[in-house]
């Protein structure tokens, strides 16, 4: 079983992760959270949803230097409504055209950094080359969302909103639980990879012991 260290490595590299968790571990996704420097796109309603005036409110709290500075920016599943109707195909859709949406922002404004840094020193010609310079995109998605039911085995029915948010992520994990450890009552949580495009760590377990609070917040949970 890996650290968290290994696990936070991975969602370095990823443009797009996803986080399951049950209710019951709402906690320690929000502390796991907690440790990535992050804006959370909060209550949304799927049918009004704008990510490119998201974008423009936190380049203008930047200018304003009103924001504070973030890598990932973070929806939950969760937080978002449908309209009156969230039959379980309308609301799939929804989400996927909501995480489609922030995809194509990220590498929009990727390209613009791109083109509008070629060549700003027009009489460098070597300052034109960019093979030895890799731009990332301007920030990294991380979805999270709840899960149908806690069980052993997880697949991609037990996701609310379906499946699009998983063949759109490069790293999917879950918060799992297993059996009886030391003097925690009933069932300890640890985190498995689902999927990793980068072709290591699929199928494998993450131990949470070094995740600060994690040993309070399952003291609080599990022994009730």
């Known amino acids: 079983m890996e650290t968290i260290d290994y696990l936070y490595d991975l969602i370095d590299q990823s443009d797009v992760s996803l986080l399951g968790y049950t209710y019951k571990n709402e906690r320690i996704k929000d502390e796991f959270i907690s440790k990535l420097p992050h804006m959370s796109i909060g209550m949304v309603d799927s049918s009004s949803f704008n990510f490119k005036q998201i ?3 936190m380049k203008i709290n930047q200018v304003l230097e009103e924001g504070e500075y973030f890598k990932w920016v973070v929806l939950d599943i969760g937080d978002v409504t449908h309209g009156s109707t969230k039959s379980d ?6 989400i996927q055209r909501m995480v489609e949406s922030i995809r194509s922002e990220m590498y929009r404004i990727h390209q613009e950094i791109q083109k509008n840094s070629l060549g700003l020193d027009f009489d460098d010609p070597e300052s034109h080359d960019q093979s030895q310079d890799i731009i990332e995109t301007p920030f990294k998605l ?9 069980n052993k085995e997880f697949d991609i ?6 499946s699009g948010p ?9 918060l799992k639980e297993t059996g009886v450890i030391g003097k925690i009552k009933g069932k300890k949580p640890f985190i498995s990879i689902m999927k990793n495009r980068y072709g290591m760590g699929e199928n494998l377990d993450i131990s949470l012991d070094e995740l600060e609070n994690y040993k309070y917040i399952c003291d609080y949970e599990y022994s009730k």
């Open 166 to 174: 998983i063949y759109a992520s490069d790293l999917a994990f879950v």
């Open 55 to 57: 974008v423009r409110d």
């Open 89 to 94: 195909i309308s609301f799939s859709k929804a």
């Open 142 to 150: 991380l979805i999270t969302t709840p899960l149908y039911k806690s």
């Open 157 to 162: 029915m037990n996701f609310t909103g379906g």
